[in-house]
């Protein structure tokens, strides 16, 4: 029986002053024999396949693994995983479809304004940006913050007096406890 795979064997070579019974021939072919199916089973048929030899075919292998980063969707577009060695000290991990340990910096581009937000669930989602006159809010704990018009938490109470003599407008605005005057004149 065969060591082969699982361990390397250790074949007797005799000596050309050894007899034929010591050690035994039959028994020195019988497991030459042995190794070399097991080497054939474990290889297969042309295992060279398209290279020149063994030896070629698998460092064909070890080069294309270590330098192709490129995977087909799907769909059977390319694209590529992430090269840790492109960020320097970065050390990403990969779980399901989430990456952890990525600096900022290694983020793709985004649009400006947009911010990344996380709920109570840690889940990342997108807070797309607001208008020129929004500011950031905050929703409260739990809730991603939304860009809103600012709010002063007062309401203003406007009122008209109009003087027809006069051609003006007296426009009144009432905040909180303060009362503030327009004046509008034709002209």
Known sequence: MADYPAAITSLTNPEATDSTKSPSH???????????????TELGLNPAGSSDTVVERLNAVDVSVAF?????????????????????????????????????????????????????????????????TQVLTSNGAGQAPTFQGVFYGETANVSAEVDETKFSHKLSVAIGTATYYIMMTET
């Open 26 to 40: 039959a028994a020195q072919h019988s497991d030459a024999n042995d190794e070399i199916e097991a080497i054939e």
């Open 68 to 132: 192709n980063t490129a995977h087909r969707s799907a769909n059977g577009s390319s694209h590529s995983f992430i090269d840790q060695s492109v960020v320097s000290g970065a050390t990403p991990t990969f779980t399901g479809t989430n990456f952890t340990g990525i600096p900022y910096t290694g983020l793709a581009n985004g649009t400006a304004g947009n911010l990344i937000a996380w709920s109570s669930a840690g889940v990342a989602s997108l807070v797309v940006a607001g208008t020129a």
